[in-house]
């Protein structure tokens, strides 16, 4: 057995939500390990800094960095996420929820999805929000936390959270800081890389320091000094299945209710989101620069936005896609270094976050076994391509017939795996669960269902309950969380009394 050579010092190039969520963790994590952590980041280099919602996994981090989804939330402007509004996407006029939550209750071990289906096609079904408690609150605009039992799978769901991204990398830099580590603000200028191993050995500063390490991660953005410039690690495209390469966002005043959800509403050539704060709405719009201008495009999110513009239109140019490794040598990526999902369900940061939970269930020491390495990257390949897929869908299934960007949407051919699922769903609405799903099957139902994908048949099990049973059951599930419903308070009223800011 070889003698152990730790990880003694850290480098984090790059701040940001990324590079201060990673500082945040390792921190957290490496407290007792003797190990030193710089994080560098000029204050003269502006960050993204428009990813402002989550999906519940993000409330694990909290916890494991030790604050809770109140406290950041007091930090940030924060408000709650129950899930994502889809507004336009099948066709104008139409809308669907995605929540964070269950449908219904299964039976005789039949998933609730196929009764429901099996009631749809007799003429006598009601809307599937009907029975989700989540989708029944954001309806409404009432939040409670969830119930630690529920009784059953009708008071079933979860929450995210909203927030200002600067301000989150600021409550974060400020606990990874307590927790020791080293903040340089310098530009990196350049690096220096080992000529037996062809790691990275130190990077240089715009000052003339010299920054040593054994682990390095890159959160440089776009840029990718490290893992793109320094190791020259490729980036693969994937624009040709997301085309979308464009991003305008302007924050504004805010004169509607206080949402507890994201809204995402389809436009000529992408779509525009919506993230209300305690402190403002984000609002941006996705799009597709073969298909519309940079300035058509910022004079439709003007003229759409609700009240008065706060800030000068931001513009951001992107390429979907991913590093060919998101871990070479001793070097690790995340975030915008790493690759690149528009934001359409919010897995900018969990993309993030799971890179680092990874990074730790594959701690290497400074020999850097290449097996670590090679499986940290076959499952960010598998976790990059699932979440790829699922947005994918988002498009495919449209019925915005006659317009260019959504026609061409609606006609591209589908990665194998993506069709293998439609396939099946359209069959017998079943549902396939790959390895490294950042989206359980309530998801894939909620988008299905919500685009008009109808499967052809229901499941024959499901026909062991007549249809006038059915009815009567389902009037009690209706009934179940009508109930549970009462039990909430609005929205604004939480964020004033547990998390104002």
Not at 36 to 54: D, K, M, N
Not at 260 to 277: D, K, V
Not at 313 to 331: E, S
Not at 338 to 356: C, K, V, Y
Request: net charge negative.
């Amino acid at each position: 057995m070889a003698a152990p050579d730790p990880i003694r010092s850290i480098v984090i190039a790059g701040g940001g939500t990324a590079g201060w969520m990673a500082a945040a963790a390792l921190a957290r994590r490496l407290e007792r390990q003797h190990v030193t952590i710089t994080l560098i980041e000029s204050s003269a280099i502006r960050t993204i800094g428009v990813g402002e919602a989550t999906v519940p996994g993000i409330r694990d981090y909290f916890r494991d960095i030790g604050t809770s989804g109140t406290e950041v939330m007091k930090a940030t402007n924060g408000t709650v996420k129950l899930g994502i509004e889809f507004a336009d996407w099948r066709r104008n006029g139409h809308r669907f929820f995605h929540p964070f939550g269950l449908y219904g209750a299964p039976s005789r071990g039949v998933q609730f999805h196929q009764y429901w289906l099996k009631l749809q096609a007799a003429g006598k079904g009601t809307p599937l929000a009907d029975y989700c408690l989540a989708s029944a609150l954001a309806a409404h605009n009432l939040f409670m936390p969830p119930p630690e039992a529920p009784p059953n799978d009708l008071g079933t769901f979860d929450w995210a959270v909203h927030f200002e991204a600067a301000a989150f990398a600021d409550f974060l830099a400020a606990r990874a800081k307590a927790g020791h580590v080293r903040h340089i603000d310098a530009r990196i200028a350049g690096t220096e890389k080992d000529s037996a191993t062809g790691h990275i050995a130190a990077v240089t500063l715009d000052d003339g320091r010299r920054i040593q390490g054994d682990l390095f991660i890159d959160c440089t953005g776009f840029r990718a000094l490290l893992i793109g410039q320094a190791l020259e690690v490729p980036y693969i495209d994937w624009s040709e299945l997301l085309p979308c390469d464009r991003a305008v966002a302007i924050p504004c005043a805010r004169t509607g209710a206080l949402t507890p959800y994201t809204r995402s509403t389809a436009r000529a050539a992408g779509w525009q989101w919506r993230i209300p704060l305690q402190s403002r709405v984000g609002n941006g719009y996705v799009y597709s620069s073969r298909h519309i201008s940079d300035d058509e495009a910022v004079a439709s999110l003007t003229a759409d936005l609700e009240g008065e513009p706060l800030a000068d239109p931001n513009l951001i140019r992107f390429t979907t896609g991913k590093r060919a490794q998101v871990w070479a040598g001793n070097c690790v990526a995340l975030g915008l270094a790493a690759g690149f999902l528009e934001p359409l369900e919010s897995t900018s940061i969990t993309l993030i976050q799971t890179g680092i939970e990874r990074l730790l269930d594959f701690w290497p020491d400074r020999h850097f076994d290449p097996a670590l390495r090679t499986e940290y990257n076959r499952i960010a390949d598998q976790e990059y391509a699932r979440i790829r897929d699922f947005l994918i869908l988002h498009y495919w299934g449209n019925q915005r017939h006659g317009e260019p960007f959504w026609d061409a949407m609606g006609a591209q051919r589908l990665p194998d795996e993506l069709q293998h699922k439609i396939d099946l769903w359209q069959s017998r609405g079943r549902f396939v669960r790959y390895l490294w799903e950042s989206f359980g099957d309530p998801s894939w139902l909620s988008l299905y269902v919500g685009l008009g994908l109808t499967p052809r048949q229901h499941d024959p099990l499901a026909d062991f309950f007549t249809e006038a049973e059915l009815e009567g059951a389902f009037a009690k599930m209706r009934e179940a969380v009508t109930r549970a419903k009462a039990l909430a308070m609005p929205h604004e009223r939480f964020i004033a009394e547990h998390c104002r800011a």
